[in-house]
T-cell receptor, first 115, second 112 residues
Framework: GDSVTQTEGPVTVSESESLIINCTYS????????LFWYVRYPGEGLQLLLK?????QKGSSRGFEATYNKETTSFHLQKASVQESDSAVYYC????????????FGKGAKLTVSP | NSKVIQTPRYLVKGQGQKAKMRCIPE?????VFWYQQNKNNEFKFLIN????????QIDMTEKRFSAECPSNSPCSLEIQSSEAGDSALYLC??????????FGAGTRLSVL
């Protein structure tokens, strides 16, 4: 089946340091998977951080970036300089294009940014 | 802030009891999903609807779980006879006519 494997938390980084959270995927039933990063901030619900639908493209949001690499089946999340407010749980996900397509999620990486 | 409203936030039931949770999707979103997130943070897709019709559901959902999304009423997920293994965070999400999911805050079910 379709699956996502990602860095599992906890991940601890000092403020202003760089971050990378790894994500690799396996899409056996989806010809052209779309890739997502979702984030859950403390006390809040899961929300979309960024999405990329085309291989080779890069998505970015709130200073985070992720590039859809079809050759290595990866979608790593990176940020050059993290802030304390980035402390959250980050989930990588994949799904097929189209209305009603369910997403397959990784187990999440809990990021703690220390001041 | 999420526009998907889930109630209740917390639900405590004894084994064998019914557990029912509700979800109001974001306005204009025709597709609704239910996921279960267990204590290991694993997501399990349960069922999805498009305009009140079931699109997909897993075997578990067919046996002890029931769900519906009637028009002009909240969607609901009900566990007929709760088991300890059902203790989890139940997430409702809605989606417009593409594949981005917008999640509610979830209902945390504890089965004692």
């Amino acid at each position: 089946g379709d699956s996502v494997t990602q860095t599992e938390g906890p991940v601890t980084v000092s403020e202003s340091e760089s971050l990378i959270i790894n994500c690799t995927y396996s899409a056996t039933s989806i010809a052209y998977p779309n890739l997502f990063w979702y984030v859950r901030y403390p006390g809040e619900g899961l929300q979309l951080l960024l999405k990329v639908i085309t291989a080779g493209q890069k998505g970015s949001s709130r200073g985070f970036e992720a590039t859809y690499n079809k050759e290595t089946t990866s979608f790593h999340l990176q940020k050059a300089s993290v802030q304390e407010s980035d402390s959250a749980v980050y989930y990588c996900a994949l799904g097929a294009q189209g209305t009603g397509s369910k997403l397959s999620f990784g187990k999440g990486a809990k990021l703690t940014v220390s001041p | 802030n999420s526009k998907v409203i889930q109630t209740p936030r917390y639900l405590v039931k004894g084994q064998g009891q019914k557990a029912k949770m509700r979800c109001i999707p974001e306005k204009g979103h025709p597709v609704v999903f239910w996921y279960q997130q267990n204590k290991n943070n694993e997501f399990k897709f349960l069922i999805n609807f498009q305009n009140q019709e079931v699109l997909q559901q897993i075997d578990m959902t067919e046996k002890r779980f029931s769900a519906e999304c009637p028009s002009n009423s909240p969607c609901s997920l009900e566990i007929q006879s709760s088991e300890a293994g059902d203790s989890a965070l139940y997430l409702c999400a809605s989606s417009p006519t593409e594949n981005t999911l917008y999640f509610g805050a979830g209902t945390r079910l504890s089965v004692l």
